[in-house]
């Protein structure tokens, strides 16, 4: 897993720690140091130089010996905080330094993903608009067929209603026709019957007519007897 920032800032702020803490310890043992070199030298000084209290020269040669070595042992302290200070001063430009390379490296992953990103979103918005594309399509091709269904069905139901029409009108034409036959069959019989019975008086023969018929749509039968004599030549 990368470390994020803050992760990275820990780090180098704990080394900082470190550093600075091994920085001071040297500083400390150096001053102990020093400062053990100065009492020894300061201890070897009374041994040295015998106590004359009539040369005051040789005092004060003594104290000023004593100064300066108080100054030596002052400027080799300041020496080594100003050691401290610069190797401070080194180990933060280090870490400044990494941390501008830590924060360019984030940069450019940051970019690199915001880059890969747009280049999934561009992806993805293509994805999405091709399936559109093809949803839009289907829709519009089911619409089409819906369309030519329902133009059928109607041409459909106007061809129903048109037969509709045609086998009412037939029906009524048959019907007319059905009463017209029957109305020339009665009218035949009609006819017939005055016939015979004209001829009646000439042709003293009986003989029975039965006459039938049968009606073509429904089936009835249509039956009239008639009884009549007919005299024949001889």
């Known amino acids: 897993m990368e470390r994020t920032l803050e992760d990275e800032l820990g780090r180098v702020s704990e080394k900082e ?57 002052s400027k080799v302290q300041q020496d080594e905080k ?25 940069l ?24 559109h594309m093809q949803q839009k399509a289907s829709l519009e091709s089911t619409r089409l067929e819906l ?13 129903i209603a048109c037969r509709e029409r045609a086998t009412t009108a037939q029906a009524k034409t048959l019907e007319q026709l059905q009463r017209l036959l029957l109305h020339q069959r009665e009218w035949s019989l009609m006819t017939q019957e005055d016939y015979l019975s004209s001829v009646r008086g000439k042709y003293p023969v009986r003989c029975q007519l039965s006459l039938s018929s049968t009606c073509p749509y429904t089936g009835m039968l249509y039956r009239k007897r008639n009884t009549v004599t007919i005299k024949l030549p001889r």
């Open 82 to 106: 100003e050691k401290h200070l610069k190797a401070k001063e080194r180990v933060l430009n280090e870490q400044a330094a990494e941390l501008s390379n830590f924060q360019a490296r984030l």
């Open 147 to 159: 369309e030519d269904r329902c133009v059928r069905l109607d041409e459909r139901e106007a061809s």
């Open 17 to 73: 720690r470190n550093l600075d803490m091994r920085i001071l310890e040297i500083t400390r043992l150096e001053a102990r140091l020093h400062e053990a070199l100065l009492q020894q030298e300061l201890q070897k000084e009374p041994q040295e130089v015998e106590p004359d209290t009539s040369n005051g020269l040789d005092e004060r040669e003594a104290v000023l010996e004593i100064r300066e070595k108080k100054l030596q042992f």
């Open 108 to 131: 450019r992953k940051y970019k690199d993903r915001e880059s890969a990103d747009a280049m999934r979103i561009t992806v993805l918005e293509d994805e999405l608009r091709a399936a």
